[in-house]
C-alpha cells in the first residue's frame, strides 16, 4: 500500500557560502575506533571534522599542533569509505553488494591497491570488479527500442562506456535480478571477453555529517588499501596534515567539529525545511519549502533515508547547485510523518 508522507529536509548551500560557515576543531586525544570517535563527537560536538577546502584543513592542522600529544602520530577525521556501497550509472540508483542481488566471481569485489571502482560482466555472468580506466567493450540500456540491451564490441573506458551509451542509447546496463542477468549475459561470448555494466563505486565519497567529499588531501601513494574491509577510514598526519587510509577499527584519537552558521535574515519556521540557494558573497538566504513522497517502501529505514537524500542531490547537483548538503531534521521525534486526510467540506 503506498503511502503518503511529509519530508523535513535541511539543505545547506556551501557553493558561495563556505566562508559563511564556521568550523571549530577541537583535538581529543583519547584514542577510539571510528564508530567510537564518530558518536562521542556527535554527543558532545557537532561531529567528527569534515574538510571542505585547503583553509579547512590548513585550520585543522592549526588546532592539531596546538593541542595534540607529542606522541600522537594521527589522528581520525570524518572521511570514509563504505565499500558495500555502489551505485548504478542508470537513474543513479543506490546498490548494496551485500543485500541485493549479484553475480560476483569469487574473490570479488576485492578493490585491489584501492583503484577498481567499476565492474565488468564475462561471458559466464560473472561480475568482477577493475579500474575504470581499463577498455572494455560494452552493454548498453535502451528504453526505447525493441532490443533493450545492445553490445558494444568497441573497446572504451568506463566513462568513455557511460558516455557512449547515454548519447546513443539510455545507459549502462543495470543488472538488478536474474532476468537482467539472463538477457545481459546471452548477448556475451568468449570472444567478447568482458564487458562494462553500470556499477560503479567512488571510493571515500562521503563525510561522517552525509556530505558529499568535495576535496582530499592525500599523502603520495594514498589510498592504498590492499585488504577488502567493508569500512575504510582516514587518519589525518597531525605534523603536516596529510591523510591516510585505515581500518576502522584501530583506536586513534581524533578530531571533532563545532559547525555554526551564521544569522539568517529569513529565518524559516523549525518544522519546515531550510534551503539555501546561491546569495551574494557575505549573505545567507533561506527558503522555506516542505516536500512530499509517495511511496511502498518503509521510510523510517536509515538505508531508504539516505537513498532518498543521495537521488536528491544528484537531481540538485544535475540543476546547477554543485556543492551543498542535505540532511534530514526530525519533528516530534521522527523524520517522515503521515499525510492527514482532510474531510470534505460540505457543499
Same mark, same amino acid.
Given at each position: ?10 539543505l545547506?548551500?556551501l557553493?558561495?557560502?563556505s ?15 571510528w564508530?567510537?570517535?564518530q558518536?562521542?563527537c ?21 588546532a592539531?599542533q596546538a ?10 577525521i ?15 540508483e ?8 549479484n ?23 560473472f561480475? &568482477?570488479?577493475?579500474?575504470? !580506466? #581499463?577498455?572494455?567493450g /560494452?552493454?548498453c540500456y535502451?528504453? $526505447?527500442? *525493441?532490443a533493450k =540491451? ?10 568513455q ?12 546496463a543495470s ?9 545481459? &549475459?546471452?548477448?556475451?561470448? !568468449? #570472444?567478447t571477453?568482458? /564487458?562494462?555494466?553500470?556499477?560503479h $563505486?567512488? *571510493?571515500f565519497? =562521503?563525510?561522517?555529517?552525509?556530505s558529499t567529499?568535495?576535496f582530499?588531501?592525500?599523502e603520495e601513494?594514498?589510498?592504498d ?12 598526519d ?5 591523510w ?15 559547525v555554526?552558521?551564521p544569522p539568517?535574515t529569513?529565518?524559516?519556521?523549525r518544522t ?20 512530499k ?10 538505508a ?7 537521488q ?5 547537483e544535475?540543476?546547477?547547485?554543485p ?15 503521515k499525510?492527514q486526510k482532510?474531510e470534505?467540506q460540505?457543499?
Amino acid at each position: 500500500m503506498r503511502k503518503t508522507l511529509l519530508l523535513f529536509l535541511t539543505l545547506s548551500g556551501l557553493s558561495s557560502l563556505s566562508s559563511c560557515i564556521s568550523r571549530e576543531y577541537h583535538y581529543v586525544r583519547q584514542k577510539m575506533p571510528w564508530t567510537e570517535a564518530q558518536s562521542h563527537c556527535r554527543e558532545t560536538f557537532t561531529d567528527l571534522a569534515t574538510i571542505d577546502n585547503q583553509e579547512d584543513n590548513d585550520r585543522l592542522l592549526t588546532a592539531m599542533q596546538a593541542q595534540r600529544a607529542k606522541s600522537d602520530k594521527k589522528a581520525w577525521i570524518g572521511l570514509y569509505d563504505d565499500m558495500s556501497r555502489w551505485q548504478w550509472s542508470l537513474g543513479n540508483e543506490d546498490y548494496d553488494n551485500v543485500t541485493e542481488f549479484n553475480y560476483w566471481q569469487p574473490g570479488e569485489p576485492n578493490f585491489a591497491a584501492a583503484k577498481e571502482n567499476c565492474t565488468v560482466m564475462d561471458a559466464e555472468g560473472f561480475w &568482477s570488479d577493475v579500474p575504470c !580506466d #581499463e577498455e572494455h567493450g /560494452a552493454v548498453c540500456y535502451y528504453d $526505447r527500442g *525493441p532490443a533493450k =540491451y545492445i553490445l558494444v564490441t568497441a573497446k572504451m573506458t568506463w566513462q568513455q562506456a557511460q558516455s557512449y551509451c547515454e548519447a546513443s542509447y539510455t545507459d549502462l546496463a543495470s543488472v538488478r535480478n536474474v532476468t537482467e542477468h539472463y538477457n545481459i &549475459s546471452t548477448l556475451l561470448s !568468449d #570472444e567478447t571477453d568482458r /564487458a562494462w555494466i553500470g556499477l560503479h $563505486r567512488k *571510493p571515500f565519497a =562521503y563525510w561522517s555529517d552525509d556530505s558529499t567529499s568535495t576535496f582530499t588531501d592525500w599523502e603520495e601513494k594514498q589510498p592504498d588499501n590492499f585488504i577488502p574491509d567493508i569500512l575504510q577510514c582516514v587518519l589525518v598526519d597531525t605534523t603536516v596534515a596529510k591523510w591516510y587510509d585505515a581500518r576502522c577499527d584501530k583506536p586513534n584519537p581524533f578530531i571533532c567539529e563545532t559547525v555554526t552558521f551564521p544569522p539568517s535574515t529569513t529565518e524559516p519556521p523549525r518544522t519546515t525545511a531550510a534551503a539555501s540557494g546561491s546569495p551574494a558573497a557575505g549573505s545567507r538566504h533561506k527558503t522555506t519549502f516542505k516536500l512530499k513522497i509517495r511511496s511502498e517502501a518503509d521510510m523510517s529505514d536509515p538505508a531508504v533515508q539516505r537513498q532518498v537524500l543521495q537521488q536528491l542531490h544528484a537531481k540538485l547537483e544535475k540543476h546547477g547547485l554543485p556543492d551543498f548538503k542535505l540532511r534530514w531534521v526530525q519533528t516530534d521525534g521522527q523524520t517522515f510523518h503521515k499525510e492527514q486526510k482532510r474531510e470534505k467540506q460540505g457543499g
